[in-house]
């Protein structure tokens, strides 16, 4: 079979591809490289080269699993086993670093964080999961005394409130604390404590915590026992926002283009199928303990085609608002933009709705694209005189 090679931004460039700024950090052959050339490649032809994927008991991961049930990783050469459970982004992010993980899901202030500490930490290379109304929410027990979010406040006596996060330092607090933010309440009168997700719902039942912040299948479950919702944390400011992507680490992107290209056009198609609630829902199946008669009615976000770089700026902008950031971020520096290569003929090739091929070009795989909109419209970084928002 003749093949036929082509290298290509997504939409548009980024990182080096755009008017970006280009930082010290980049210079010193650190952070996120450029689309790589087709004729760089660092696999063995004719042998599966192994990838370690990191993913969670939650709808977030659904692409990954659907595309090793359906052998789209295989078809691209990837041998892909059972991805490894990880607790939250931060902790998978050194996994990344120490080489126990290639490939992760990530939410995206643990990223930017990360990226801020260390620019080679963390490379994003496709969009995950978008919020929607219903898929995050901040929960409670019924007999908490606790019934609207501003009964989180400090009480009378100096004792505070014990909220269950995921992670520290990641959306669960950021939305967390935006939501405590419109009723006046302060990040200092509340007490985070990071703990697993399946844990909560019996950290909430015995009293342990007063409140935790909750997505499928988990407030489903605590639902079902009574469990009652606060507010949906994803409104507002937050409606919408991007919650989580799939990363690498800068040395892996460098070391491995190819690998990361061939990851891209399999969680790409991935991603495509999870749009599909029947296959999503099968998918669910296999590794969250979600009922199917549940999972075929519990709230579930985005799993978005695209990856709109003025998104992630909106919320590295309020992160800094926060307080998460000390600087402005260039999220574009923070993209691993899609390659194309593909093979003419190639039984496994379906026409992209976000580049259109023309009659003489090859057949492109689906890929999650990069905003032209976003990349040239949005600045590169919050500005440094932004002041946090009394009610974001």
């Known amino acids: 079979m003749r093949s036929l090679f082509l290298a290509a931004c997504a939409v548009v460039a980024v990182a080096s591809c755009t008017s970006a700024p280009t930082t010290s950090a980049a210079n010193d052959n650190a952070g996120c490289p450029p689309v790589a050339a087709p004729s760089v490649t660092s696999r063995s032809p004719g042998v599966l080269t192994p990838v370690t994927f990191g993913a969670m008991p939650i709808p977030d991961s659904a692409p990954v699993h659907i595309a090793r049930e359906e052998g789209y990783f295989a078809a691209e050469g990837l041998n892909v086993g ?68 501003a009964d989180l406040k400090r009480s009378a006596d100096g004792s505070v409130r014990i909220i269950a996060v995921a992670t520290l330092r990641s959306i669960s607090t950021l939305t967390t604390e935006m939501a405590l933010a419109k009723e006046g309440i302060s990040v200092k009168d509340v007490l985070f404590r990071e703990m697993p997700l399946p844990q909560m719902t019996n950290a909430l039942a015995t009293g342990q915590v007063h409140a935790a912040w909750m997505t499928e299948p988990f407030a489903s479950q605590w639902r079902r026992q009574g469990g009652v919702p606060l507010t949906d944390l994803m409104t507002g400011t937050a409606a919408d926002w991007p919650i989580a992507g799939w990363a690498v680490s800068g040395d892996y992107a ?17 991603q495509q199928d999870a749009t599909d609630r029947e296959r999503l829902t099968k998918a669910l199946g296999t590794y969250t303990q979600i009922p199917p008669e549940d999972a075929k009615k519990i709230a579930l976000g985005v799993f978005p085609r695209s990856l709109d770089v003025s998104q992630l700026h909106s919320v590295a902008t309020v992160m800094q608002q926060y307080g998460y950031l000390t600087k402005p971020v260039d999220v574009r520096q923070l993209v691993v933009p899609m390659a194309y290569w593909t093979s003419v003929g190639s039984p496994t090739a379906v026409p992209s709705p976000s580049v259109s091929p ?35």
Do not use: W
């Open 254 to 270: 460098r070391k491995h283009p190819d690998v990361v290209a061939a990851v891209q056009r399999a969680l790409a198609r991935g």
């Open 358 to 392: 023309s009659a003489s070009s090859p057949a492109v795989m689906p890929s999650p694209s990069v905003s032209a909109s976003a990349v040239t419209s949005s600045p590169a970084g919050p500005s440094p005189s932004a002041t946090p928002e009394a009610s974001p």
């Open 82 to 149: 059972t991805p490894v459970t990880i607790q939250g982004g931060g902790p998978a992010i050194n996994q990344l670093k120490s080489g126990a993980l290639d490939v992760t899901l990530v939410n995206y202030v643990a990223a930017f964080i990360a990226a801020q500490a260390d620019p080679d930490a963390v490379c994003i290379i496709a969009d995950a999961y978008q919020a929607a109304p219903g898929a995050f929410m901040l929960m409670t027990a019924k007999d908490s005394g606790i019934k609207t979010v």
